[in-house]
């Protein structure tokens, strides 16, 4: 069965500085790993994928991850935090292939960037 | 506008009762999911589907029904309402290629 974990409730950072927010996965074939964001009292929105190809990926906001099939982690960063980042955050994963799987998520990363 | 709405945004109710949350989608995408967000468990997926007519079970499906008679329409119905169920629940959809696209959410209040 595939998994996901954030090992990380919360990260504080000050602003300026560089973030990291960890993501690890378990899944029996190729995985598609995602993260989203999700501001107050919103749904989530999409911040950058892997499905194949270039290990670091980089999405929307200056967000980049990086792919480590060996560790099989998934961690998102951003050389310079904002104020404006700090919301939670979601990794998730699905089995390349399997169409028919659903997005399996993390339990979410609470970013705290202060000014 | 095209996009993915969930109504109501809040809802309270009583134990027992039945209450259904809607979910429409203006992508005419093939899959809808239900998630769950609770406060430290994340998104726990209920129930989803893959085309009209055809769905299956999550991780959390007990209490809960869904139907898709039509592509844009994915209601989730709590057929007895339990306090456990007092949740934010999403909706979202997807084509098969692109990411998931959510709805804003019901925050739903069991009394």
């Known amino acids: 069965a595939q998994s996901v974990a954030q090992p990380e409730d919360q990260v504080n950072v000050a602003e300026g500085n560089p973030l990291t927010v960890k993501c690890t996965y378990s899944?029996?074939?190729?995985?598609?790993l995602f993260w989203y964001v999700q501001y107050p009292n919103r749904g989530l929105q999409f911040l950058l994928k892997?499905?194949?190809?270039?290990?670091l990926v980089k999405g929307s906001y200056g967000f980049e991850a990086e792919f480590n099939k060996s560790q099989t982690s998934f961690h998102l960063k951003k050389p310079s935090a904002l104020v404006s980042d700090s919301a939670l955050y979601f990794c998730?994963?699905?089995?390349?292939?399997?169409?028919?799987?659903?997005?399996?998520f993390g339990k979410g990363t609470t970013l705290s960037v202060s000014s | 506008d095209a996009g993915i709405t969930q109504s109501p945004r809040y809802k309270i109710t009583e134990t027992g009762r039945q209450v259904t949350l809607m979910c429409h989608q203006t992508?005419?995408?093939?899959?809808m999911f239900w998630y769950r967000q609770d406060l430290g468990h994340g998104l726990r997926l209920i129930y989803y589907s893959a085309a009209a007519d055809i769905t299956d079970k999550g991780e959390v499906p007990d209490g809960y029904v869904v139907s898709r008679s039509k592509t844009e329409n994915f209601p989730l119905t709590l057929e007895s309402a339990t306090r456990s169920q007092t949740s934010v629940y999403f909706c979202?959809?997807?084509?098969?290629?692109?990411?998931?696209?959510f709805g804003n959410g019901t925050r739903l209040t069991v009394t």
């Open positions: 979202a959809s997807w084509d098969g290629g692109s990411p998931l696209h």
């Open positions: 892997y499905i194949t190809g270039d290990n």
């Open positions: 899944v029996s074939g190729n995985p598609y």
């Open positions: 992508w005419s995408h093939s899959y």
């Open positions: 998730a994963v699905r089995e390349g292939g399997q169409a028919g799987t659903a997005l399996i």
